[in-house]
Every structure is written in C-alpha cells, then in structure tokens.
C-alpha cells in the first residue's frame, strides 16, 4: 500500500463529489460562501477515513460516499462557524481570508446553517436501511451537543477550568468525535460487531487526540489560550503525542489490512502543517 497515493485518490474523489453536490447551487453570496469554504483544499483526512475504513468490511457504495461528503460538510461548517468573532476570531483558514472576512458575518453564519442542512439532504438522499439509518443517528450525535457543539459551548465559556481534564474533554469533542463519525459510524453502516466498533472508537479517541496534540506542537509558538503545549510543555506535548499514536495503532491493528490506519498514525507524528 503507497501511502500517499491512498491519501491523493480519496483526495480526488471526494473533491468530485463535492463540485457535483455544488454544480447547481444558485449564485448568491450564501451559496458562494458555501462554496468558497467546501471547495478550498484542506487535507479531506474525514472522508478518506470513511473510505478506509468501509474498506476495512469490503463495503463501496453510494451510501458510503453520502456519509463521506455529508461528514466533511459537517466538518467545514463547524470551521466556518469556529473563525466567526463570536467564537474563536479567526480571520485566516488554510491560507485565505476565512468565511466571516470574505462575505460577513451574516452570511458566514447562514452558510454554516446551510452546510449542515445540506449533510442532512445528502445523508437523507441515500438508500435506506436499518444500519444505515443507525449510521446517520450516530454521525449527529457526534456533532451535536454530546459532540463538537457541546464542545464548543464549553470552549467559548470565559470561566472554564484551564486544566487537563478540560482540555481532554475539548479535544474529545471538538476534534475527536468527527474522527468517531468517520469511523465508528462507517462500521456501523457495514454491518461491524460492536467489539469491532469499540476498537474503532478506542481508535478514534486516541488518534483524534493525537491529531490536535501535534496541531498544538505546530502552533506551538503562538499565543494559546489552552493547549497541550501550554499546559504541558513541549517536551510532555511529545510524550503525550506518542502515547495517543500507541494507543491508536495497537487499537487499529486488530483489524487485518489495517496499514493505512497505521501510517496515518506515523504520517501525523511527523506532520508539519
């Protein structure tokens, strides 16, 4: 398995999946705002973890490729809304002006609304079935407010603890539970024993963790309000990092042609944006 060939061809597909869902779109600035943020690049890791991991079971199908698009537009609303001033005032994603400095505030709002509702048109579009409708409930659960709302709401709260176990459970929520969507949910779709499915979810914890551990070691020069980095050095950042990747790999592993999962895991120890 190449490794980042795996990562391009998910990346490929996915991006065509997203211009055919947006070809039709209106023009107006809250279709173009949706636009300008779904279609800007990022590194499609969700939908491609929804892939692997439908691999995983020998499943590929139209639903799989719902649950992947809808997935990353759950993902790019909730960044949308996280750059707003009321939440974390961010005025750049990847490079560019974010949503909010691009088209307003207004409609950075309205196109966060839109790329949720359109996860859920596009969830609701495909061919249902018992596991797939368990699939759905799963995925927004995970983003709603046992999941990255809920982890939001405690983000912005001006009296929250700065400690560990807050920024464990911020992490969990506001990182990891998309991680648990991809995988936990594609497994449920593809019929996977709930032994399976809590070694996926052991998975995506400690891989979600260790995602925003190395973000923080990234960023870690830069003035954090709460982060890794800041409440336990670099040097304890790094042996954070290894012990979520161990735990990830050993977790994943139990699965056969579980390699991708595996590099990936290695690929984000080593990542540098």
Same mark, same amino acid.
Do not use: M, W
């Given at each position: 398995m190449d490794f980042n060939q795996t990562l391009r061809q998910n990346n490929l597909r996915v991006e065509k999946l997203l211009e055919n869902t947006t070809n039709g779109f209106a023009k107006n600035d809250v279709n173009d705002a949706v636009k300008y943020s779904l279609l800007d690049g990022g590194k499609r890791l969700r939908p491609c973890l929804v892939f692997e991991t439908a691999k995983l079971f020998g499943? *590929? #199908?139209?639903?799989i490729e719902k649950i992947a698009v809808a997935i990353e537009m759950i993902h790019t609303y909730s960044l949308v809304h996280d750059d707003l001033p009321c939440m974390d005032d961010d *005025?750049?994603?990847?490079?560019?002006?974010? &949503?909010?400095?691009?088209?307003? +505030?207004?409609?950075?709002v309205l196109?966060? *609304?839109a790329l949720?509702?359109?996860? &859920?048109?596009?969830?609701? *579009?495909? +061919?249902?079935?018992q596991s797939y409708f368990r699939a759905i409930k799963y995925i927004f659960d995970c983003s709603g407010i046992c999941g990255i709302i809920g982890g939001q709401a405690v983000d912005i709260c001006p009296d929250k603890q700065k400690d560990f176990e807050t920024l464990d459970f911020l992490t969990e929520n506001k990182t990891a539970k998309l991680i648990f969507a991809c995988? $936990?949910?594609?497994?449920?779709? =593809?019929?996977?024993t709930t032994e399976q499915q809590e070694n996926l979810a052991v998975f995506a914890e400690n891989f979600g963790k260790a995602f925003q551990v190395a973000d923080d070691l990234l960023d870690a020069d830069i003035d954090q309000n709460l982060s890794y980095t800041n409440?336990?050095? $670099? #040097?304890?950042?790094?042996?954070?990092?290894?012990e979520y990747t161990q735990t990830a790999i050993d977790s994943i592993k139990r699965f056969k042609n579980a390699d991708f999962f $595996?590099?990936? =895991?290695?690929?984000?120890?080593?990542?540098?944006?």
């Open positions: 499943v *590929d #199908d139209k639903n *005025d750049f994603r990847r490079g560019k002006p974010s &949503c909010h400095k691009k088209f307003g +505030e207004a409609n950075a196109a966060g *609304d949720l509702n359109l996860a &859920c048109e596009t969830l609701l *579009d495909g +061919e249902y079935s995988t $936990v949910a594609t497994a449920i779709y =593809c019929g996977a409440l336990l050095g $670099v #040097d304890g950042a790094k042996k954070q990092l290894n $595996v590099e990936l =895991c290695k690929f984000n120890l080593t990542r540098n944006h």
